[in-house]
């Protein structure tokens, strides 16, 4: 199973990217996909996930963030809006099979500057 995203890369505060992870080579359904983050020195956390017809975010990126995913394609979109500094991280795919399987792409980064 191969998870290819893209879309990182250095903006200015304020601004916007849109980074895409597209699914290659699983065998089940993909029951939720979503997006982590990892920054310098901080644990890796959840910014944004989907199943199904739900959605959720962390608190930090509300308002600013959007996930949407094409079943079709098996490809996972994450809108990033209203950047700020802090959110530099490196930023990672995550598929979850129906057998509970993880899966995760190589990291894309994300660098906001003030």
Request: proline residues 1%.
């Amino acid at each position: 199973v191969q998870l290819q995203a893209s879309g990182g890369g250095l903006v200015q505060a304020g601004g916007s990217l849109r980074l895409s992870c597209a699914v290659s080579g699983i065998r089940r359904r993909i029951a939720a996909m979503g997006w982590y983050r990892q920054a310098v020195g901080k644990e890796r956390e959840l910014v944004a996930g989907t199943s199904g017809s739900s959605t959720n975010y962390a608190d930090s990126v509300l308002g600013r963030f959007t996930i949407s995913r094409d079943n079709a394609r098996n490809t996972v979109y994450l809108q990033m809006n209203s950047l700020k500094p802090e959110d530099t991280a490196v930023y990672y795919c995550n598929a979850r099979d129906t057998s509970w399987s993880n899966f995760w792409g190589q990291g894309t980064l994300v660098t906001v500057s003030s």
